[in-house]
């Protein structure tokens, strides 16, 4: 396999003529869902064309590896370790050409893509023009932020791994600085914990990271469960739209039974200064603000020459072809994508006719979608490079499942409601079915196989985070009075 700076000798045009073959470069932009399963079909469908060299693969992607995002709540809760819920792409698609960068703009009119690499940021150097014949945009998404005073300093995430365990350390130094205060405004600070937003995220990561902190409650004597303040604040009047109204419902009551305080159709006001105001008037000193209202179109297809829809999707045709090309597909996240499955013309608010559709009657962001689309997707790449007819993508949501803790869930599959102990393991079992490659699954079964025989780890490593504190701070001590080369 080439070097990976072989990406950017793609034959210009006053080469090209004296090719006996052209080879075709299909551009992927994003690792995620979409793009690392869309490149794993075309590099096993297209594996003649890559080896005789007719067809290239580039795959574009700030990080080398995908997140599996539904286990991120596991990970946040150390159920998971996160090396196993990101995959390499490296390892997983050794048919295709990886390149750790970012897009920041692309030109279809001129079939060229810009791209920002490590090096090139490093250095200052100019940004990449990467030149493709076919093109597949996959950004996924970002969250949907509100200029919400405080909320930029304050606020945490939960879309990456990273972020997850950041998280987990996070909450676990909360219980430490709330066992080690006399301060009662510091410890009542420390112990308050506001999730906003009541969608999957929201939900699975505020319920998990309860479970572990009640639990990490055992090793802190000065801290009952009841001392800690867990608060999910949601501006519509439900959580979990996903698994439909009447297991909603029971979302709700199976939190408020754990003493999570659920706020609904209320909004956050402002964060400044660790004090959080809510519509309801309420003001809560707490030190934890998680923000996880919902996702928004990634920025990035701003800076295409590509039709958009009001939401800044991408405009597709049932084929996943944006519209207005025949040489650009798009899916997931960034995609508006009709659902030919779609009952009838999409109710007003966040979901259409059904939980799996988005608002226009398109299919609704989630995993589900976006793993299904990437395969119709690179399909009709095969197809068309084979001049054969595209298929629509159709499919009809099979529903959902979320974990609320261990032995705790919720499913709604397949038009079956089931709660408790039960979700939880059909969640756990269908995850670790959809978990890319063997290796990952395995590694997955045997953390939780182990975890089920030892007590849960509950120690922060918020520390790993800044790895040469230490080391500096022994620099400056030795640099003070007394210090110095020689003592
Ligand atoms: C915490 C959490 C839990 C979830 N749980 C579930 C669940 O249980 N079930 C479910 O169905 N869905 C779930 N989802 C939603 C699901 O993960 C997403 O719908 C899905 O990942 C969308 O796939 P995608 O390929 O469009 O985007 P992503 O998987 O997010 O992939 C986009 C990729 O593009 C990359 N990228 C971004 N910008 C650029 C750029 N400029 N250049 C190059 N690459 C770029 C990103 O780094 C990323 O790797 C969850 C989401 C979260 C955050």
Redesign the pocket.
Known sequence: MPHDDAVWTKPTAAVRHVRVKETVRILV???????MYTALRLQKRLKHEIRSGEAEIVV????PY??Y??F??EAAAGAVSPRHVVVPLRRVLPGCRLLVG??RRIDHARRTATVSTPATEETGGEDLSLPYDLLVL????VPRTLPVPGLAEHGIG??TVEEAIGLRNHVLEQLDIASSTRDPAVREAALTFVFVGGG??GV??LAELEDMARYACRYHPAITPDDMHWILVEATDRVLPEVGGEMGRYVLSELRGRNVDVRLETRLVSCEDRLVVLSDGSRLPARTLVWTAGVKA?P?LESTDLPRDARGRLRCTAALRVQGTDDAWAA???AAVPDLTAAGPAAPGRHGPGPGTGPAGECA????H?RRQARTLADNIVAHLRGTPQKEYRHRYAG?V?SLGVHKGVAHVYGRKVKGRPAWLIHRGYHLSRMPTFNRKVRVLAEWTLAGLFKREIVPLGSLEHPRAEFEAQVRRGEGPGGGAGT
């Open positions: 932009v994003g690792g995620g869902y979409v793009g574009v992607e700030p990080r995908m997140t995002q539904p991120l709540p970012e897009v996959a950004p996924g998404s939960f879309k999957y995220a699975e990561a990634h990035v997931g996240d960034a962001p989630n995993a589900q976006a959902s979320a």
